[in-house]
Nanobody, 115 residues
């Protein structure tokens, strides 16, 4: 069982930045892929960013160079640095851990971009 606990969400103005952090209960090197997803009201959950065990990163098309995902094996965390935030980035952001035999989710953290 992998436990994921997100932190760092909040209210930010358009153009601002936020850093989300996810604490992982297992060694991150043992997890196939770690990622961040988001879900806005009335929309499906979508991939924001992911990083696999080799360090390969993948981003949703809407990111357009604004976000960066990173993992720290010593701290057992996976962070999402979000810059140039837009109103459309408002959503609940979820941390995800994928292994070939199971998938785990955090409880989510709210990000609200508003003036």
């Amino acid at each position: 069982q992998v436990q994921l606990v997100e932190s760092g969400g909040g209210l930010v103005q358009p153009g601002g930045s936020l850093r989300l952090s996810c604490a992982v209960s297992e060694y991150v090197s043992r997890i196939y892929t770690l990622g961040w997803y988001r879900q806005a009201p009335g929309k499906e959950r979508e991939l924001v960013a992911s990083v696999d065990s080799h360090g390969n990163k993948n981003y949703g098309d809407f990111v357009k160079g604004r976000f960066n995902i990173s993992k720290d094996t010593s701290k057992r965390t996976v962070d999402l640095q979000m810059n140039s935030l837009e109103i459309e980035d408002t959503a609940v952001y979820y941390c995800n851990a994928y292994l070939p035999w199971a998938e785990y989710w955090g409880q989510g953290t709210q990000v609200t971009v508003s003036s």
